[in-house]
């Protein structure tokens, strides 16, 4: 079975940093991908960064040069460092896994990822 733990949201100031932990565990595949999205209320769920199994990695251009994503395979545990953030970055971010090949880079789609944790709140106030 699949799970995916997120944690780390919190409340920042405009300007600031959070790092995201999203332990993931029962993937068991040479092909797996896992992204990380979010959604603010209203809007439809965004697809933010991914990483695949070789180590590819997407972004999307609303996070590009802000937000990136690494990997600790020791500790099963994806991380989503976010930098520089603004109170439009206030959403439920969730991590999302795929077993299917390929995925990541070639798409942040919701749809195309299978597996989903609880998801963690980020606020950003002004």
């Known amino acids: 079975e699949v799970q995916l733990v997120e944690s780390g949201g919190g409340s920042v100031p405009a300007g600031g940093f959070l790092r995201l932990s999203c332990v993931a565990s029962g993937l068991n595949s040479d092909y797996y991908s896992i992204g990380w999205f979010r959604q603010a209320p209203g809007k439809e769920r965004e697809g933010l960064t991914c990483?695949?199994?070789?180590?590819?990695?997407n972004a999307a251009d609303s996070v590009k040069g802000r937000f990136t994503i690494s990997r600790d395979n020791a500790k099963d545990t994806v991380y989503l460092h976010m930098n520089n953030l603004k109170p439009e970055d206030t959403a439920v971010y969730y991590c999302?896994?795929?077993?299917?090949?390929?995925?990541?880079?070639?798409?942040?789609?919701?749809?195309?990822?299978?597996?989903w944790g609880q998801g963690t709140q980020v606020t950003v106030s002004t």
């Open positions: 999302a896994a795929t077993r299917r090949n390929p995925i990541c880079p070639y798409s942040l789609h919701f749809f195309d990822y299978e597996y």
């Open positions: 990483i695949s199994a070789d180590d590819d990695t």
